[in-house]
């Protein structure tokens, strides 16, 4: 009974921001009521109109793409040596070592990148790849986290050697078992990834050029004009951001379930 | 052992030292013949599994030799040693079917897709699970995925089976049950086996003949019913069944003096004075009424479990105490130790 209750409560609290923003952006007058007045859709146009928000929510696409692209790249060889480790205590250390970026504030990270890229040798600054390569730093742990979990929970070591056993190289190893057997959780490291990009403010805001500024920078500015406008275009980010995550999840989930009805 | 056939294992001299710490194997020699299966058996921790995986070709020897069909393979990688492998928890490769895993020796051996699944269909036929090849892993109870991992190991027609404890992940009525398929289908495939276990039951009842490891080294090799009647020493005896083992001083040429009392033996060769171990197997010791005779002792029951076909009984005797297991369902006055039960063991 406690428990419903607690989660009731705790459902209640997490549906209501997104309510009230669905509320507000389809009512066309918001101002002393309760509720808005009106119904419309007036605001969803204006934000695709918006030319600003449509480079934006584009390069907010191309920064995110970008992303996933390079944590699996990175991460997935990264991860491998992590899992392979052979001492107990390097596999600890760099456990420790790459998930030390959740805890640096993107503040941080954005100044560094400021004070390296902004100068004469490395004028990068306001690069859509810069962009991409600070995302990557903050997400990667998450990614890593994902993966390297996944590994320890289906033994890849032995499945490595059951295969080995059985007459494949190197090459048909990763190909055949510790891709696909990993297939899930690469995903899912991947939607956390896209989510984190898509949604990524304190770095973007700092780093991105005007000219590719990401979605969450740019709806910043929605909220000093009308809050119709600016509820519309958070709906928006919620959508994309949710549209990544059903994405991905639907194509693990699909995955699986095809492997089991082709059967 | 006909001496003119050639193992179709061979280790000799076999050592390796897991990297800075003093665990490893050491100094192991033994032959596995074609169609044989030997069981290894020992404490955790003594070695058995780091020697299976010597023989897979997952760790290479410090020294010795390795030999597959008379062939040094010692520095030969584990693809091209053609060990079927059958692991603890199977590790069936989740993310394809039943008749996939089995097949897959095939594939990476680009054997065409119908060959392939026409053999994978034979060997699960043979491992009596004809209906199942379409499904996942996980769909298959535990006994299910230790057929298919058999199934597997054997397709690529090997030429040696290594079995790492293989039944221990299952339940105690399928384990029985497995027991024997395993037995059969090696029967059946001929092929030369090592299992390595750490129950003496599977051990025993399983092995053409065993080999018993301890920290490492081989202590005992034999045939199982050589191993129980005449185990090496001391560590044997209690590993391999169960085991009364008497601190013992000798008398003379046929007596020794223990805590439970003074025992008539069979004629040994010590010296009066020298101290040693006796065995007597809990199920050569015999209930009786008389209290007086040759070696019949007195005996208080400290613990008596019935088990249905057997007894175990404690009984202190003299200083010492004594472990039976009978048939018998009479009251312990009087236990008889007859002489022929009584083993001179090395003192370990």
Not at chain 1, 98 to 110: G, I, N, R
Not at chain 2, 9 to 29: H, K, Q
Request: charged share 20%.
């Amino acid at each position: 009974m406690i428990l419903r209750c607690v989660t009731g409560c705790y459902l209640v609290y997490l549906a209501v921001p997104m309510v009230l923003l669905l509320t507000g952006s389809f009512g066309e007058l918001w101002l002393n009521t309760l509720l808005p007045t009106g119904l419309t859709l007036r605001w969803y146009r204006d934000v695709a109109a918006d030319p600003s928000f449509r480079r934006a929510f584009l390069s907010s696409l191309a920064v995110a793409a970008i992303t996933c692209m390079s944590c699996a790249a990175i991460g997935l060889p990264l991860a491998y040596a992590v899992f392979r480790a052979e001492s107990r205590r390097v596999r600890a250390l760099s456990r420790v070592l790459y998930q030390l970026p959740v805890a640096l504030p993107a503040l941080v990270l954005a100044f560094g990148f400021i004070v390296v890229f902004s100068s004469d040798t490395l004028p990068w600054l306001g690069s859509i790849w810069l962009l991409a390569a600070g995302h990557v730093v903050l997400a990667l742990p998450y990614f890593l986290q994902a993966v390297v979990a996944d590994m320890q929970r289906l033994d890849l070591r032995t499945l490595e050697d059951a295969a080995d056993s059985l007459g494949s190289n190197g090459w048909q190893r990763f190909a055949h078992i510790v891709l696909p057997a990993l297939r899930h959780s690469i995903l899912a490291g991947l939607i956390i990834v896209a989510a984190l990009s898509i949604g990524e403010f304190q770095f973007s805001n700092l780093i991105a050029g005007f000219l590719n500024r990401t979605y969450p920078v740019v709806l910043l500015q929605a909220f000093y004009g009308a809050t119709g406008f600016a509820c519309a275009a958070t709906v928006i980010l919620l959508a994309l951001a949710l549209c990544a995550a059903v994405a991905g999840g639907l194509s693990a989930g699909g995955a699986a379930r095809m492997k089991v009805t082709v059967a | 052992m006909s001496g003119e056939a050639t193992p179709a294992v061979s280790l000799e001299g076999v050592s390796y030292r897991y990297p800075g710490t003093n665990a490893g194997v050491f100094d192991i020699a033994f032959d596995i013949m074609p169609g044989e299966l030997v069981v290894c058996i020992g404490p955790s921790g003594c070695g058995k599994t780091t020697l299976l995986r010597l023989i897979a070709g997952f760790l290479k020897p410090d020294g010795g030799v390795i030999r597959l069909a008379g062939d040094d393979v010692s520095q030969t990688p584990t693809r091209r040693r053609e060990c079927g492998v059958v692991f603890q928890a199977y590790a069936l490769f989740p993310h394809m079917r039943v008749w996939e895993n089995v097949a897959y020796a095939l594939r990476v051996r680009e054997v065409t897709l119908a060959e392939r699944r026409r053999r994978a269909h034979e060997m699960l036929e043979l491992v009596g699970l004809s209906g199942l090849h379409n499904r996942l892993p996980t769909q298959l109870s535990g006994g299910q995925q230790q057929r298919v991992a058999l199934a597997r190991a054997l397709i690529f027609k090997p030429r040696a089976l290594l079995l790492d404890e293989p039944l221990s992940a299952l339940d105690a009525a399928t384990r029985v049950s497995m027991r024997d398929e395993i037995r059969r289908i090696q029967r059946g495939q001929n092929i030369a086996s090592l299992l390595i276990t750490h129950d003496q039951d599977e051990a025993l009842s399983l092995a053409d003949r065993m080999v018993v490891l301890r920290e490492g080294r081989l202590v005992q090799l034999g045939a199982p019913q050589e191993i129980y009647d005449r185990p090496a020493d001391a560590f044997v005896a209690n590993f391999v069944g169960r085991a009364n083992l008497l601190d013992a001083q000798v008398i003379d040429a046929q007596c020794v003096e223990t805590p439970i009392g003074r025992l008539a033996t069979p004629p040994h060769g010590y010296e009066a004075g020298s101290v040693l171990r006796v065995l007597v197997r809990p199920e050569r010791i015999e209930l009786v009424t008389p209290g007086i005779g040759e070696n019949i002792f007195a005996a208080q029951v400290l613990r008596d479990r019935f088990f249905g076909a057997t007894r175990q009984i404690e009984v202190a005797t003299g200083n010492g105490r004594l472990e039976i297991e009978t048939a018998a369902r009479d009251r312990v006055a009087n236990v008889h130790v007859p002489r022929d039960a009584i083993q001179f063991l090395r003192n370990t």
